[in-house]
């Protein structure tokens, strides 16, 4: 019989120093591999470390893991380190200023992900998505700081006025406020997601759909050149198909489009994909940033934004509460 995903995390955990808090923080902890049971190398098997951290890179750095998991050396990039640790959950946490260099300015012609194993698209519950997501979730995942980020980014920053928008990976809320949506004049707020009765119940939506987009070749329900805007909320550390989506997210995207990739490291840990939960937030940026741009999606103008509250002065101001990113990229016209 199989473990339960918790038990495997469990036993992971007891041969590791640090803490993860289950749906909440994505901390690599600092492991010995020998610690780990010297039976399981040679099996065919999904390991729980190849699960969570990435085969075979537990004691590497940050640029290490960028260079040797997803980014083949010869990306111009700074790589700024993630300087500090939010003292309450052991995750490590970008200084003011870090997360806006994190995407390179050239990238390397090879694409990575062509010789990537699925491992790195494991996850710890490797069952449906469709059973995890049966019973509606009516609760933020994020804190209210973060809440009020993302709502004022999506509503005042990033929709213009008769948008067409599709809300990607959606839920009871798209964090569109109300009176901006009516001030905008928004064509349409299009939804795809889980579970019915969140979509159901999300106001903002003018029509939605459930889909799973990590069955085999995802594609959207939309017509090409469909979209002004494209949102993805604090669910791109979900898919185990994240290329083909972006691939797809291209395609109903009009040339001239946006599309918003929005996270933080608050996340169901079991349903992460090994890929994410083996890195810290900067090096998310550049996934996400490196989905964009090998997906073949024909994006441009790719760059991220730190959205997290802040406090304190100068570069010494640290994040309060959970952080927030985007990464973004415009459709190309031609």
Not at 211 to 216: A, E, P
Not at 255 to 261: E, M, N, R, T, W
Request: proline share 5%.
């Amino acid at each position: 019989m199989r473990p339960s995903p918790v038990a495997v995390l469990t036993a992971l955990l007891s041969s590791c120093s640090g803490a993860i808090a289950l749906g909440t923080t994505n901390n690599r902890p600092s492991c010995n591999r020998k610690s780990l049971s010297d039976a399981h190398r040679n099996k065919r098997d999904v390991r729980p470390e190849d699960i969570l951290f990435g085969k075979g890179r537990w004691n590497l750095k940050r640029r290490n893991i960028i260079e040797s998991i997803t980014f083949v050396a010869g990306a111009v990039l700074p790589f700024p380190t993630a300087a500090y640790v939010d003292p309450k959950t052991g995750v490590l946490l970008p200084e003011e200023g870090e997360v806006e260099k994190a995407v390179p300015s050239i990238w390397d012609n090879e694409n990575p992900f062509e010789t990537m194993g699925r491992n790195e698209f494991s996850r710890l519950d490797s069952a449906p998505d469709s059973i995890f997501y049966t019973d509606p979730r009516f609760v933020e995942h994020v804190d209210e700081n973060s809440v009020k980020g993302l709502t004022s980014y999506i509503s005042n920053t990033l929709l213009q006025p008769g948008d067409s928008v599709l809300d990607l990976c959606s839920s009871w809320t798209s964090h569109i406020d109300a009176n901006t949506q009516a001030k905008l004049g928004l064509k349409r707020v299009s939804g795809l997601g889980m579970n019915e009765k969140e979509l159901s119940a999300n106001s903002a939506l003018t029509d939605w759909t459930v889909l799973d987009l990590n069955k085999n070749n995802p594609r959207l329900p939309y017509d090409d050149s469909s979209f002004d805007t494209v949102l993805c909320q604090l669910s791109i550390d979900y898919l185990t198909r994240p290329l083909e989506v972006m691939t797809e997210v291209g395609r109903v995207l009009k040339p001239g489009g946006k599309v918003a990739i929005l996270f933080s490291n608050r996340l169901f840990l079991q349903k992460a994909v090994g890929l994410w939960t083996g890195a810290d937030d900067l090096d998310h940026v550049y996934i996400v940033a490196s989905y964009l741009h090998y997906s073949g999606g024909n994006f441009d103008q790719i760059s991220a934004e730190d959205l997290s509250t802040r406090s304190g002065r100068g570069k010494t101001r640290r994040i309060v509460g959970d952080p927030l990113y985007a990464v973004t990229a415009v459709k190309k016209s031609t």
